[in-house]
């Protein structure tokens, strides 16, 4: 049966990075969405408290804690209240360090795992999607084939977070047909970063192009190593995160445009009051609590190791047009003050519009 009752470490780490969102988060999220930067100070405040490396085994260097989706997708959800591409940033490097965790082999834990148990942030990143119509994570154009003792991969990436900036990149590639997934190091020759993107939301978060052109990887490197990986199961804590960050984002816009409705007075009383608007909070209220219990439901499966294709595509698929529609409607509800920069729902708007292109950005 699954339980909704948070475990009492859970509910400390929610509490936790709930203050670090409010403290922090909400202080700079505007400034830096205008500027396109992201303080180091705020990434560094949040790596001390330890959400990407408390869940690697104390042998490499870690905190030795359970990883588990359910906590991954509470941490997600209050990081992204707080602002998304602050969440995104501050959660990128578990791309790599959840996926090796999850995948790697003995020896691939034992040679990337420790250089994320250190006091700074220490950047790493994945690329999955591709710049082209119709991409689908399980037929990618960039291929690698295993030539000498080496996998040759070509192909081109696109919104990979942080490349011009990690050490690590964990590319992923069609071998004979199959997705898998390529630990490359920084410098290495024929991976190529691209200018930073400009984007319609996500603007603090630098999101970049990558090429790949006869870039040569060691075959020890495949993730996995000679048995490849799971990666439906990669992506599958992939849209659980994403899913957890579309209900952050929603409730934040919620939340402002309920207490804007409240305050606002309009002919003599709140606008709350106003049927048209209470029946919008209202679906708005329930589209999250919807959404966010299916998240946890297909998160349940995973830490049971259960197939949770279904659950994970179903969420993903929901949270995508609900975290559009609850923001949509925050700015229709602020009215005419719902388009400027004064209010953050149009921010929100913004950032909510790209969840169904933000494919493999987040895991648990």
Not at 64 to 87: C, Q, R, V, Y
Not at 172 to 200: C, D, P
Not at 224 to 236: A, M, Q, S
Not at 308 to 329: G, H, N
């Amino acid at each position: 049966m699954i339980s909704f009752s948070p475990t009492e470490e859970q509910q400390m780490i929610v509490k936790m990075v709930q203050q670090f969102a409010n403290d922090e988060m909400r202080k700079h999220y505007r400034e830096c969405d205008e500027s396109g930067e992201i303080p180091d100070r705020i990434v560094n405040t949040a790596w001390q408290l330890g959400l990407v490396s408390t869940s690697i085994p104390e042998e490499y260097g870690g905190g030795g804690g359970e990883h588990s989706a359910i906590t991954g997708s509470l941490i997600a959800e209050e990081l992204a209240w707080g602002d998304l591409s602050i969440a995104m940033h501050i959660l990128c490097p578990a791309l790599v360090v959840n996926s090796i965790l999850e995948m790697g082999t003995d020896e691939q834990k034992k040679k990337y795992l420790p250089a994320f148990c250190g006091d700074n942030y220490k950047a790493a990143t994945a690329a999955l999607i591709e710049p082209k119509f119709g991409f689908d994570p399980y037929s990618l154009s960039t291929t690698a084939s295993l030539k000498d003792g080496n996998y040759v991969i070509n192909g081109q990436k696109c919104y990979v977070p942080l490349a011009a900036d990690a050490n690590l990149l964990l590319v992923y590639a069609a071998e004979n047909g199959n997705t898998q997934g390529f630990i490359i190091e920084k410098g290495t020759k024929g991976l190529e970063v691209g200018g930073r993107e400009s984007n319609m939301g996500i603007r603090a978060l630098a999101t970049y192009e990558l090429a790949l052109k006869n870039c040569r990887v060691p075959k020890e490197n495949r993730l996995g190593g000679g048995g490849g990986c799971d990666f439906n199961r990669i992506l599958n804590c992939s849209k659980v995160a994403l899913s957890a960050m579309a209900v952050g984002v929603a409730k934040a816009a919620f939340e402002y445009s309920r207490d804007y409705a409240k305050e606002r007075v309009a002919f003599g009383e709140p606008i709350a009051a106003r049927q048209a608007i209470a029946f919008m909070l209202a679906e708005m209220a329930i589209e999250i609590d919807a959404t966010r219990l299916m998240s946890w439901e297909a998160a349940w499966k995973l830490d049971r190791k259960e197939e949770a294709t279904k659950e994970t595509s179903l969420v993903k698929t929901y949270a995508d047009d609900m975290v559009v529609m609850v923001t949509d409607r925050a700015v229709q509800i602020l009215g005419g003050h719902g388009y400027i920069r004064e209010h953050p729902v149009e921010l929100w708007l913004r950032n909510g519009r790209g969840f169904a292109t933000f494919d493999g950005m987040a895991i648990v």
